[in-house]
């Protein structure tokens, strides 16, 4: 089945140490997104890539970057974790830009120690 | 700023009612979403609402989008335990396109 996957589904990382999450899909689409979801929060977008076309949102702190190396993989990347950067972490899909769904990985639970 | 309201934030009911989550938002849109998210779970696409007066049901639920007064609801028919979940809504920033912005989510127990 066609899907978005995230690895690792749970990842512990001790303050300041750089973290690198990741999200593959097999839905062959244009664009990936990432959220940071903090808890009993709404998901809130960080960045995504319409092909290999990098947007950053306004807000986002400039610790969390991205790596899309092809079409399949993205990467976000933490620099220097803090203990609020503890969230869960959600990749999405959608098939291009404009008037298309969003489908979402299972996410990574960050814990930050 | 486009700002999305649900509420209530928090819903407890008893199996067999229905009821009723609200989704305001502040600025011209006319997509919508609804998701559904388990505990400690990703996002569920629910219902995807792209015009004025579209309406979407699936089993128990169902949706409907009024883009003049920027308004959706999502309408539980006779609640059974396993809806309890939360439900977001999220509506699409134009003229941007598929940038979402979430509402903060209604937390929904179903009491047997």
């Known amino acids: 089945d066609a899907m978005v996957i995230q690895n690792p589904r749970y990842q512990v990382t001790q303050f300041g140490k750089p973290v690198t999450l990741s999200c593959s899909q097999t839905?062959?689409?244009?664009?990936m997104y990432w959220y940071q979801q903090k808890s009993s929060q709404a998901p809130k977008l960080l960045f995504h890539?319409?092909?290999?076309?990098?947007?950053n949102e306004a807000d986002t702190p400039d610790n969390f970057q991205s790596r899309r190396p092809n079409t399949s993989f993205c990467f976000l990347d933490i620099r220097s974790p803090g203990l609020g950067d503890a969230a869960m972490y959600l990749c999405?899909?959608?098939?291009?830009?404009?008037?298309?769904?969003?489908?979402f990985g299972p996410g990574t639970r960050l814990t930050v120690l | 700023e486009l700002k999305v309201e649900q509420n209530p934030l928090f819903l407890s009911m008893q199996e067999g009612k229905n009821y009723t989550i609200y989704c305001n938002y502040s600025?011209?849109?006319?997509?919508l979403y609804w998701y559904r998210q388990d505990p400690g779970k990703s996002l569920e696409s629910l219902f995807v609402?792209?015009?004025?007066?579209a309406v979407k049901q699936e089993g128990r639920l169902m949706a409907s989008l009024d883009t003049k007064a920027r308004l959706s609801t999502l309408h539980i028919t006779a609640a059974v335990h396993d809806l309890s979940a939360t439900y977001f809504c999220?509506?699409?920033?134009?003229?941007?396109?598929?940038?979402?912005?979430f509402g903060a989510g209604t937390i929904l127990r179903v009491k047997s």
């Open positions: 999405a899909t959608s098939r291009d830009w404009g008037v298309h769904e969003q489908f």
């Open positions: 839905l062959n689409h244009n664009v």
């Open positions: 890539y319409y092909d290999k076309d990098f947007n």
């Open positions: 600025t011209t849109s006319d997509r």
């Open positions: 609402l792209l015009s004025n007066g």
């Open positions: 999220a509506v699409d920033l134009l003229p941007y396109g598929n940038k979402l912005v």
